[in-house]
């Protein structure tokens, strides 16, 4: 089984505070991302990396950066959090396929509250 | 600009009944076409996909249509059970990206299966 883990489920930080939010994936996957979800507006992607030391933006970057530094680990990080940062944080990992049809498995979500 | 749209927030069905479930999508270079569910605090889980190719996909009790000339897909669920009781994220993917961009979600309808 894909097994996607993320370091918090809950977390509360203050605004101006640097965040991390760490996730691993144990199935030699190529490509991993990092989406927020909010109350109607649904999975939103932040950004993802295809490969050690790449990363790509996605649809929402602005305020976020990301790390991965070893093929298992994609950190998500807010340089400096803010109160419209307060949101669900899910990763998710894939294999490198190249038709397209590579199904995207999920952590567990991290609930991120920014006071 | 919406690429995919999930117009039902929430839809409530008897348990024993039909689910159906409806995504449309804008954008023609979708040509892999997923649906997840979600339980509350908990990540998205695969549910079932579909690529352009066909216009039927089923897996056990769900099964998935896909207009390609309406952009429109919907899922369908039978027998309803109590535990299918989530919300339910279409999500679609580009021609020939390879897998390695993320998906692009709908808002996501919340199922309630009623007893």
């Known amino acids: 089984d894909v097994k996607v883990t993320q370091s918090s489920r809950y977390l509360v930080k203050r605004t101006g505070e640097k965040v991390f939010l760490e996730c691993v994936q144990d199935?030699?996957?190529?490509?991993m991302f990092w989406y927020r979800q909010d109350p109607g507006l649904g999975l939103r992607l932040i950004y993802f990396?295809?490969?050690?030391?790449?990363?790509e933006k996605g649809d929402i970057p602005e305020g976020y950066s990301v790390s991965r530094e070893k093929k298992e680990r994609f950190s998500l990080i807010l340089e400096s959090a803010s109160t419209n940062q307060t949101s669900m944080y899910l990763c998710?990992?894939?294999?490198?396929?190249?038709?397209?049809?590579?199904?995207?498995?999920f952590g567990p979500g991290t609930r991120l509250t920014v006071l | 600009d919406q690429q995919v749209k999930q117009n039902s927030p929430s839809l409530s069905v008897q348990e024993g009944r039909i689910s159906i479930l409806n995504c449309d999508y804008t954008?023609?270079?979708?040509?892999?076409f997923l649906w997840y569910k979600k339980y509350p605090a908990e990540g998205p889980t695969f549910l079932i996909s579909i690529s352009s190719i066909k216009d039927k996909n089923e897996d056990g009790r769900f099964t998935v249509f896909l207009n390609k000339s309406a952009k429109h897909l919907s899922l369908h669920i039978v027998p309803s059970q109590p535990g299918d009781s989530a919300v339910y994220f279409c999500?679609?993917?580009?021609?020939?990206?390879?897998?390695?961009?993320?998906?692009?979600f709908g808002k996501g309808t919340h199922l309630i299966i009623q007893p």
């Open positions: 954008n023609s270079m979708f040509d892999y």
């Open positions: 990396s295809y490969d050690v030391k790449m990363k």
């Open positions: 199935m030699d996957h190529e490509n």
């Open positions: 999500a679609a993917n580009p021609l020939g990206r390879g897998g390695a961009d993320g998906l692009t």
């Open positions: 998710a990992s894939s294999t490198a396929g190249t038709s397209g049809t590579d199904t995207q498995y």
